[in-house]
């Protein structure tokens, strides 16, 4: 990939033209026929230094799934303020290390035999990569799989972060890690030191239900003041907890890290003195699924093009494919958002289509077959899943196309 970090940052995140947008990206594509997929150099790099901004000089971990595209994982890596990779999987993780990224965390458990051998047999895997335990069988079970490989293995312990109030008969927040308590978390630790076969380096505590669910839900006022609510308590709650766990750590060994936080928990994560480096991912597209945070605001970087296929009748015109359904509990909020032109919204009786999505709207009329939409998708990384290549547009032209993982020809999930 050209040097594309020798260009600067030209515009500050807020305020973008949506009409003046969809003219460029309309002029940089002219010569592609869709589907395809574009990151906004432009708004890819404005966004990564606002999270540089937010993160106010603690180290930012890229987590890759949120990227999925090595070009541009390097991009935002030779940026100041970016330092290490959270991967999702230890086989890519292992390809990671192939391409020369040096300071890898799986974010994950994994029970991947072949790989676990492959790291327990590779020195310069074993010295760069950090993988995830929550519970003494993984231990075991890595032990079981590293087969005749004898490097010592980078351990770190995930931390569950849930909020538990009225004496944990209510939970909020993701189900991870069985491991809530300082005691919990110090024994699986001692475990880990205590076999010469392991390193233990760090801790992650990943406050899902802090750093993932938007406090400001466009139209939803006092849903939002609840969700503030439930954040602040909860996030004093983690702060006073993941302090005593990382002292409780602590007596069994050094820590080379401290993980926590992701893009929608930045400013209120690194506010703690236990925790070392952040992790952020999302912010640097700045999905759907992230615009409504009080704390910040990015700018969309990642775009797919649907061409218009068909006019069933006055207000309709119907695109092929957009059936690309982001993770998580089903609902409205995990489909595509139709971006550009402004005006255009799903049939409620067919939604994102397999092959073909019907979108109704006044902006409907002024569109002819072979002309673009452009959607946003809910989530990140998960877009990379449905292209193999990114066309990279700086301006009103594309200056460079980049592979995906899924172009790398890499599934790792």
């Known amino acids: 990939m050209a040097s594309l970090t020798a260009a600067r940052v030209s515009r500050s ?7 003046a947008d969809r003219a460029r990206y309309d002029r940089a594509t002219a010569h592609l026929d869709a589907p395809f997929a574009i990151v906004d150099l432009e708004a890819f790099r404005a966004n990564a230094a606002d999270l540089v901004r937010r993160a106010s000089g603690m180290p930012i971990r890229i987590a890759s799934k949120s990227v999925r595209c090595l070009p541009l994982l390097r991009e935002a890596l030779a940026m ?13 993780a292992l390809w990671l290390s192939d391409q020369g990224i040096d300071d890898i965390l799986v974010a994950y458990p994994s029970t991947d035999r072949e790989a676990y051998a492959r790291l327990a047999a590779d020195p310069v895997a074993a010295s760069r990569i950090t993988v995830m335990v929550d519970d003494v069988a993984q231990l075991d079970f890595i032990d079981r799989a590293r087969g005749a490989g004898r490097e010592r293995l980078r351990v770190c312990v995930d931390i569950d972060c849930s909020w538990q109030p009225f004496g944990g008969k209510v939970r909020v927040g993701a189900h991870r890690s069985p491991l809530h308590t300082p005691d919990q978390v110090a024994e699986v630790a001692a475990q880990v030191a205590g076999r010469p076969q392991f390193h233990l380096v760090g801790l992650m505590a990943y406050e899902a239900h802090i750093a ?4 400001a839900p466009q ?3 006092l849903y939002g003041r609840a969700i503030r609510f439930m954040q602040a308590r909860a996030g004093a709650e983690l702060a006073a907890r993941r302090a005593e766990i990382v002292r409780a750590v602590r007596k069994v060994g050094p820590l080379e890290f401290v993980n926590g936080g992701g893009t929608g928990s930045i400013e209120r994560t690194r506010s703690e003195a236990a925790v070392t480096e952040v992790a952020a991912g999302s912010g640097l597209f700045q999905p759907r699924l992230f615009d409504h945070y009080t704390s910040f605001r990015g700018r969309p970087a990642a775009l797919f093009a649907l061409p218009v296929v068909r006019r069933p009748g006055v207000g309709w015109v119907s695109v ?32 994102a289509g397999e092959v073909q999505t019907p979108l109704r709207g006044a902006a409907a009329d002024d569109l002819l077959i072979g002309d673009r939409v452009w959607f946003r998708h809910a989530k990140a990384g998960e877009l990379c899943e449905r292209f193999d290549v990114l066309h990279v547009v700086e301006g009103d032209r594309v200056v460079e196309t980049v592979p995906t993982y899924r172009g790398e020809g890499k599934t790792f999930l």
């Open 13 to 19: 995140v807020p305020g973008a033209d949506l009409v």
């Open 80 to 92: 100041d303020g970016f330092a290490g990779v959270m991967a999702f999987t230890l086989p890519e």
């Open 219 to 221: 139209g939803r006022a």
């Open 320 to 351: 092929l494919g957009g059936g690309y359904h982001a993770s998580g509990a089903p609902g409205s909020d995990r489909l595509p958002t139709p971006y550009l032109p402004e005006g255009l919204a799903y049939d409620p009786q067919e939604g």
């Open 212 to 215: 993932g669910v938007g406090d």
